[in-house]
């Protein structure tokens, strides 16, 4: 038999656990008929704001920014996209647009300032026909940009004042800029969160050499990139056991591969934003495939089975094996002498040899970092028979 991919999420069964998060993706109902059409169990339509209706967006508002230095390399979706251009009766008209035309559950996504507007806004969205109703109180370039402290009591306001309106689920979008978003995720789903999302995206800035000016639109950007993820995976893990409500992942899921281990770090759904901005819609499909090829790969039956495993699996600092049990060899047919290794060495464990750079085992620390850098692949590490004490 197949794996099963569905989860239950706010009330909804979904057959796979990929939703779309908001953005101009998801902005109108034709584009989230696409969206459904590559697989997307459900789409978060993109946010709604109080403060910023009816504006069209800045121009340009996209750059992909790719830091190379040294060894390192990163990339960096940098984009200034502020809420959807629609007021909240237009906004409403498409959530009805696409409940008449899409059978997959369609959220809402608010970003308001004022108890009253989230009344309404809530309610409005609620007649519209949205399953559920995201609270974007975490706005990178929003009203609420703000230090996560200040962030946190906004959240949880809003959550109080929206639930005085609506029964439909209500799903907080965190910020990443809390101190402790596992704490903070606790407190949420003390105050009636039905679900979190876990981030948005960070607020940042580049600026251009020449000008001296910030680039794009010339202020502060959201940023994100497949770097996120390792964020995202750290506070999963520290958020997922124990919480009573599930975790939307949002942040850095670029791939399959980094999908699938926001499910394993706790993630009950993950949400893909910027990878279907660059690459279409059909990176559903493939995320969807890869997945079911993964359980498949390891004999499991259903998402149920896997989800937070490596919560369990974290190594406590005390208990790290610190004892120094390997060390580095180079494999002189493979070694072109480039020296890097020796370099990088701290521990003068590498020198130049007749044929080829050699490592001394007894001062090597086994620390890694040359067998990383090594362009030729080179140097491996081995077991040491009796591991040295240091
Ligand atoms: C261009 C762009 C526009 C976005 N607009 C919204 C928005 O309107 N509301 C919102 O809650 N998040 C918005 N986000 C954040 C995404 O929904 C998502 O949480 C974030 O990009 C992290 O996911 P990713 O790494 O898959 O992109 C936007 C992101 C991008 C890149």
Same mark, same amino acid.
């Given at each position: ?18 939703? $779309?998060?908001? %953005? %101009?993706?998801?902005?109108? %109902? /034709?584009?989230?008929? =696409?969206?459904? +059409?590559?697989?997307?169990? *459900? ?7 109080? !403060?910023?209706?009816?504006? @069209? ?79 974007? $109180? ?24 929206? =639930? ?14 809390? #101190? @402790?978003? #596992? ?13 979190? $999302?876990?981030?948005? =995206? ?5 600026? /251009?050499? +020449?000008?001296?000016?910030? &680039? ?22 520290? !958020? ?31 949400? $893909?934003?910027?990878?279907? &901005? ?6 559903? !499909? ?9 359980? #498949? =790969? ?13 919560? +369990?699996?974290?190594?406590?600092? +005390?208990?790290? /094996? ?35 750079? %050699? ?20 140097? *491996? ?10």
């Amino acid at each position: 038999m197949p794996p099963s991919l569905s989860v239950d999420y706010c009330g909804l069964r979904l057959p796979n656990p990929f939703i $779309v998060a908001p %953005a %101009a993706i998801t902005e109108t %109902a /034709d584009r989230i008929r =696409r969206l459904e +059409d590559a697989g997307a169990a *459900a789409v978060v339509m993109k946010s709604y704001s109080e !403060t910023e209706p009816q504006r @069209r967006h800045a121009t340009p508002r996209f750059r992909i920014l790719h830091h190379r230095a040294g060894p390192f390399s990163a990339d960096v979706l940098y984009s200034y996209e502020q809420a959807s251009v629609f007021d909240l009766d237009r906004y409403c008209e498409e959530i009805a647009r696409c409940k008449s035309s899409c059978a997959i559950p369609i959220f809402a996504s608010l970003h308001i300032a004022t108890d009253d507007h989230w009344r309404e806004a809530v309610r409005a969205c609620e007649q519209a026909g949205a399953d559920a109703i995201e609270l974007n $109180v975490s706005c990178p370039h929003g009203v609420h940009a703000m230090g996560g402290d200040e962030m946190l009591p906004a959240m949880a306001h809003a959550l109080a004042v929206a =639930r005085e309106a609506t029964s439909l689920p209500l799903v907080p979008k965190m910020t990443p800029q809390l #101190d @402790r978003p #596992d704490l903070a995720a606790r407190y949420l789903a003390s105050s009636g969160a039905s679900a979190l $999302v876990m981030f948005n =995206r960070f607020t940042g800035l580049d600026v /251009d050499l +020449d000008s001296m000016r910030p &680039i794009l639109h010339g202020g502060y950007a959201g940023h994100g990139g497949p770097w996120a993820l390792h964020y995202v995976l750290r506070w999963l893990t520290a !958020t997922y056991p124990g919480l009573p409500i599930p975790i939307a992942a949002s942040g850095g899921a670029f791939s399959s591969d980094a999908a699938i281990k926001m499910v394993l770090a706790g993630a009950t759904v993950v949400e $893909v934003c910027s990878a279907i &901005i660059a690459e279409g819609p059909a990176v559903l !499909t493939r995320f969807i495939s890869a997945l079911e090829e993964y359980l #498949d =790969r390891h004999s499991i039956a259903s998402l149920d089975y896997v989800r937070g495993i490596v919560c +369990d699996r974290l190594t406590a600092t +005390d208990d790290v /094996d610190r004892r120094n049990r390997f060390f580095a060899a180079i494999a002189p047919g493979l070694c072109t002498s480039c020296g890097v290794c020796g370099r990088v060495c701290i521990y003068d464990a590498i020198s130049e040899g007749a044929q080829s750079y %050699a490592i001394d085992p007894d001062a090597c620390d086994g620390c890694g970092l040359c067998l990383e850098l090594c362009p030729t692949e080179a140097i *491996a590490l081995h077991p040491r028979p009796t591991p040295l004490e240091r």
